[in-house]
């Protein structure tokens, strides 16, 4: 086991997300690896978490005032051992090769839990979409599709959202792959409802991350009614995670972006969340104003010189980190402790530190992984495709139904995996167990390719 880190580590030196992605599932499967030799011998983990196809290209691109930049973009080809690669693009400027990785690497064994036929992939650039024109950001997406096109299909490589990237990328980068190919396809999902989108899709993430956690407290007979609860992020994820846990009678007291964050003690209802969706989905404001218009509200301004963020300190039932990697730290995670917090579910993907993730596990609180919890998201899109190939649409009722049975499934099978290997309760083995054995299982019948 030790081997393959350090071969990973030599070989990727300085890739420091995905060799924290990587560490975390490799501790998690060697009781899978000692109770199946055939594992070693065919050399499964060298094979997983080497990607099968690495695209990285330039996105020349010209702004309104006629400067010419040029970002890098990329496209991660992880593995198709149980489907074509499925995953998001982000468009961030912290984006590089490591995170990029990291979250394809992930997205493999999150997509083979939802029990639908994906592979797992990722892309995106170090472009950042924030404070750009519509017109800047089209140019960039048609220049980054005029280079992904030739790479991606419907049948090939389907990528969606992720940081950055929500319905007018998708849009803009739909419409370039339609004029390059000359075919109207199911290449990406979140598409627009009036264009092959499907009913759900922007809220699944949120609304599958909140089913988990209700999953999670009915194993200890809770309900979210009356849960204080802190979220982070403000948008796509965080938007519907805050309208299921208002729906479920929970109240969410913090929002946050990458200026800083809100502590709404009266806890945001569906009014203030109306309000947060038009400022960041069509003004695309900062989460700031939220206090200009809710006045007895508190905005304290993101400080990296911290050693913590002060959004984890407040007291709360439950916590739903929906920013970004490593967003959570070991300080962050002994402040929720020590305030009490039942249970931590991931929205985002890897939110939370090595560290503060044994402090979750030793305390015994309820905690999910990111590539169990935020699930909904790419199952729903696995429904988006499932719809476009038979050319027809379901309902909202019963595309949400079917999440909500995916989500209970993943829960069920982290709970499963987990007992079956000796550590009962660990949803974070249970998740690398489950999704590993299938994506391994699906490599070994199709030989060494
Ligand atoms: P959005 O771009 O809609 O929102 C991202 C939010 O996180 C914004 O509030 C943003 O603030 C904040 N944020 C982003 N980067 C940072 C950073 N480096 N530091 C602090 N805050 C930051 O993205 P999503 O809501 O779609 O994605 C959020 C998370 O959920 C990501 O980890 C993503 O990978 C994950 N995810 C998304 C899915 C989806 O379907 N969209 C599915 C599964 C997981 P600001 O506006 O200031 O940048
Ligand atoms: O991290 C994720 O699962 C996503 N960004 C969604 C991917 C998708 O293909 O819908």
Redesign the pocket.
């Known amino acids: 086991m030790k081997d393959i880190l350090d071969v990973i580590r030599g070989r990727d030196a300085g890739e420091i997300e995905f060799h924290q992605a990587v560490q975390e599932v490799v501790e998690s499967v060697k009781p899978v690896l000692d109770r199946n030799p055939e594992f070693r011998q065919t050399a499964v983990l060298e094979r997983i978490t080497e990607p099968e196809r690495v695209i990285m290209f330039r996105v020349p691109w010209m702004d309104d005032q006629g400067n010419v930049w040029v970002n890098r973009g990329f496209r991660i080809e992880m593995n198709s051992a149980i489907g074509p690669y499925k995953g998001?693009l982000?468009f961030?400027p912290?984006v590089t090769l490591s995170i990029l990785k990291f979250?394809a690497f992930e997205q493999t064994f999150k997509n083979a839990l939802t029990t639908l036929s994906m592979g797992g992939g990722k892309g995106g650039s170090d472009f950042d979409p924030?404070g750009k024109s519509d017109n800047e950001v089209m140019r960039f997406c048609q220049s980054f599709m005029a280079e992904l096109f030739r790479h991606i299909g419907p049948n090939t490589d389907i990528p969606?959202?992720?940081?950055?990237v929500?319905a007018r990328e998708i849009g803009f980068l739909f419409g370039m792959y339609k004029k390059l190919r000359n075919e109207f396809t199911g290449v990406l999902t979140?598409k627009s409802l009036g264009w092959g989108g499907s009913l759900v899709r922007p809220e699944?993430?949120g609304y599958g991350c909140v089913y988990f956690a209700q999953e999670m407290l009915a194993s200890r007979s809770e309900t979210l009614e009356g849960k204080t609860c802190l979220v982070s992020?403000?948008?796509?994820?965080?938007q519907y995670t805050v309208e299921k846990i208002i729906e479920l009678g929970g109240k969410v007291v913090t929002l946050?972006?990458?200026?800083g964050y809100i502590y709404d003690e009266e806890g945001i209802d569906k009014g203030k969340l109306d309000f947060v969706k038009r400022l960041?989905n069509v003004r695309r404001g900062?989460?700031q104003e939220y206090v200009d218009k809710y006045s007895e509200t508190v905005y304290t301004e993101?400080d990296s010189t911290l050693d913590h963020n002060p959004l984890w300190d407040h007291w709360a039932h439950c916590a739903f980190p929906?920013?970004?990697?490593n967003?959570i730290n070991e300080n962050d995670a002994y402040h929720l402790i020590n305030q009490g917090i039942k249970l931590v579910c991931e929205?985002?993907?890897m939110?939370c530190t090595p560290g503060a993730v044994d402090i979750f596990q030793d305390k015994k609180i309820l905690y999910a992984p990111?590539k169990a919890a935020?699930a909904g998201?790419?199952a729903v899109s696995g429904l988006e495709m499932a719809q476009n190939s038979m050319r027809l649409n379901w309902t909202r009722q019963e595309v949400d139904d079917r999440l909500q049975v995916i989500m209970k499934s993943i829960h069920q099978t982290c709970l499963d995996a987990a007992a079956e290997y000796g550590v009962p309760g660990d949803y974070l083995a249970g998740a690398n167990i489950a999704g590993f054995v299938k994506v391994v299982n699906a490599m070994l019948d199709q030989g060494l390719v």
């Open positions: 998001g982000r961030h912290s979250l924030k969606a959202g992720d940081i950055g929500g979140g699944a993430t992020g403000s948008g796509n994820v965080a946050s972006d990458s200026s960041k900062r989460i993101a929906c920013a970004t990697q967003e929205g985002a993907n939110p990111g935020n998201g790419v």
